[in-house]
């Protein structure tokens, strides 16, 4: 889309944040930023439904290219919506795995699951609210199906595993949680595998974990949402893509959650900028000299207060391809808008700040020697440098 000869391809690291059927909106906007021309993706970490968009972006950068990897993107969320069919044959499988085929268990189990699949089958929006009623009779058993004979096969079809494994090429970073011993695991592209991605995915209540070296594991939005710190060692410039932002329309629930998928997140970023505010105060020389990364991260973010807010906090649920389609196109608008207005930036400053979201920021303190040209920068004046 770019067609100025002055306007030149400057790198970003992508960061996915999780959000359910929200995914097919962050899609859209991977695809706007391919289309607008001006950025080059050097990088990607992913958590849940970003896992997905993370793959599927080396993939289709390294094998097809940007044009194609848009219709990509665009063709993974309309093979991963929920159908009708779907729903049927996720309630007879689910049927057969617990009483048969063909036992007088299975006749009471169909009118047990009667009810649940007209809920389903009769939803307005099919493959959301209906299904996930539906699936509420067996969760165990349903999730089961769905993860694995939904989006476990659809991806293998979708994603050449083996190739992203053997190959160098884009930095790749995925999330799960370990809940046996509540700590990250971070997937890279040495060891990326389906299983890894549907754990990245399993939403706890509503899929099953997933046993990664005989231990559970489960959403990688629970623990980061998405992986932060890697991008930072890979490019300059990280862009954020939010699948959840805050209405105030909200009640406090679901504001509640929001706060707990983006605590991570930008705790990471805070984090980072309270590094970058002590890195003023050196030089290159020091700096590296202290054995640090020389690098400063600028952040930004993408996010649309309008489209996905009206839709509802329960619209992550929606899985369902009439919705998936309208915020994929949703996502390529707002993606187009946040290039024009922030191309300029892009490798200049941050645009993104989550400090500026606290009224009262607290100044950074660092441990600094006391005859430091910096020391009468607030510290605590002792021996350090204690710079993390």
């Known amino acids: 889309m770019i067609t100025s000869k002055n306007k030149v391809q400057k790198p970003i690291a992508l960061a996915l944040q999780g959000g359910g059927a929200h995914g097919a909106y962050q899609a859209g906007i991977i695809s706007g930023l391919l289309k607008h021309g001006g950025f080059k993706i050097t990088s990607v ?13 080396v993939h289709g950068l390294e094998t097809v290219g940007p044009e194609e990897t848009r219709k990509l993107l665009r063709h993974a969320w309309e093979y991963l919506a929920l ?16 009483v048969g085929k063909n036992t007088a268990l299975a006749s009471v189990a169909n009118m047990l699951f009667a009810p649940a699949l007209y809920i389903a089958n009769t939803a307005e929006m099919m493959g959301s609210f209906g299904f996930v009623a539906a699936v509420g009779q067996l969760p165990h058993i349903a999730g089961e199906y769905v993860m694995q004979r939904l989006f476990g096969d659809k991806l293998r079809k979708l994603i050449d595993f083996g190739r992203i ?24 592209r040495d060891n990326v595998s389906a299983e890894r991605v549907m754990a990245s995915c399993a939403i706890p209540g509503l899929f099953p974990h997933v046993k990664i070296n005989d231990e559970r594991h489960i959403d990688g939005a629970v623990v ?12 300059d410039d990280v862009v954020v893509i939010q699948l959840a932002p805050f209405d105030q329309t909200r009640s406090v629930l ?6 707990a998928m983006h605590a991570t997140m930008t705790e990471a970023i805070r984090g980072a900028e309270h590094i970058n505010r002590i890195r003023d105060h050196f030089s290159d020389q020091e700096w590296v000299g202290h054995g640090l990364d020389e690098k ?13 807010p009206r839709h ?20 390529e608008r707002a993606a187009l808008k946040w290039a ?19 009224e009262h920021e607290p100044a950074p303190v660092c441990n600094l020697p006391r005859n430091h040209p910096a020391s009468n920068w607030r510290g605590t004046g002792t021996d350090g440098p204690n710079l993390v």
């Not at 970490?45 to 972006?57: F, M, P, Q, R």
């Not at 159908?83 to 617990?98: L, Q, Y």
């Not at 400063?296 to 996905?308: A, E, G, N, V, Y």
């Not at 619209?315 to 998936?324: A, I, V």
Request: proline share 7%.
């Open 45 to 57: 970490s992913g958590a849940s439904a970003g896992s997905i968009n993370a793959l599927l972006t």
């Open 165 to 188: 494994n053997k190959t160098g090429g884009m930095p790749l970073f995925i999330s799960a949680t370990n809940i046996d011993k509540g700590t990250l695991l971070v997937s890279t």
């Open 254 to 259: 679901p504001q509640t959650a929001l706060l």
């Open 312 to 331: 509802g906090f329960a619209s992550m649920l929606h899985f369902n391809r009439p919705f998936m389609d309208e915020v994929f196109k949703a996502g």
């Open 83 to 98: 159908t009708k069919t779907n729903v049927e044959e996720c309630f007879k499988w689910a049927r057969d795995k617990t």
């Open 340 to 358: 024009e207005e922030n191309y300029d930036m892009i490798g200049e400053q941050s645009t993104y700040s989550p400090s500026s979201e606290y």
């Open 296 to 308: 400063q991260p600028r952040f930004h973010m993408i996010i649309d207060k309008h489209s996905l």
């Open 224 to 235: 980061s949402n998405p992986p932060i710190r890697p991008l930072i060692k890979e490019g």
